[in-house]
């Protein structure tokens, strides 16, 4: 078992993905995803996620797919209905949360076919996210050579984020590369605020903080 599970940052089941593409730098435009937005930020930060609120987490899924299905052509639409699925299946766990990544992974290969640079490169380290996570062949699509070329593209576009550089830490910290994640959980934590979502800023840092505290004390 890898330090991260050992610290729980992670908690492993079959398949829990971690929402890497939560609470990227730049906000929607859309009015609706914002909304969408500040809902997940509320059911993740603040109503113990881990603990009590799938129903909700259900009832955001539909809406988010609502809003992606009335606006075909809004990458930030999809990446945020990817969101909220993956966030889902993070909650899910097990064999059954492999149906809902393998949907968020083909709403953000949508999103990247109109615009790959939308949310400050979240498409990017949101695909880097779940081939990071989701288990290789035969169960799941996981890659690691994948996952980190995806990684790459998310910081060429935003080189500053905190969501990319915080991911890419825990990425390299996962694979044993301890010095190396330091250097970009540091970046995550000296990245610029994202003003418009203080919750998903707040509680970002928070776990770059935690990330940080445990490398350091390995």
Do not use: C
């Not at 539909?62 to 889902?88: F, G």
């Not at 989701?134 to 070329?149: L, R, T």
């Amino acid at each position: 078992m890898n330090k991260l599970a050992k610290m729980a940052l992670i908690t492993l089941a079959l398949i829990t993905v971690q929402p890497a593409i939560a609470g990227m730098s730049d906000s929607a435009q859309l009015p609706e995803v914002r909304e969408i937005q500040s809902e997940w930020a509320q059911l993740y930060y603040l109503d113990e996620f881990l603990n009590n609120n799938y129903r909700e987490l259900q009832a955001l899924a539909r809406k988010a797919n609502r809003v992606s299905h009335d606006n075909p052509q809004s990458a930030e639409a999809l990446v945020w209905d990817a969101i909220v699925l993956s966030t889902l299946a993070e909650k899910k766990g097990g064999i059954g949360a492999l149906s809902l990544v393998k949907e968020a992974k083909l709403k953000l290969e949508q999103a990247e076919a109109i615009d790959p640079t939308v949310l400050g490169g979240s498409v990017y380290a949101s695909l880097g996210s779940l081939y990071s996570k989701v288990p290789g062949w035969p169960i799941g699509f996981g890659s690691d050579k994948k996952a980190e070329k995806y990684f790459q593209k998310a910081l060429a576009l935003n080189p500053q984020g905190l969501d990319i550089n915080y991911f890419f830490a825990e990425f390299l910290a996962e694979n044993g590369k301890d010095q190396l994640a330091l250097k970009y959980v540091e970046k995550a934590l000296h990245a610029p605020q994202m003003v418009e979502r203080p919750l998903a800023d707040k509680g970002r840092r928070e776990q770059a903080q935690k990330l940080k505290e445990f490398l350091l004390g390995s």
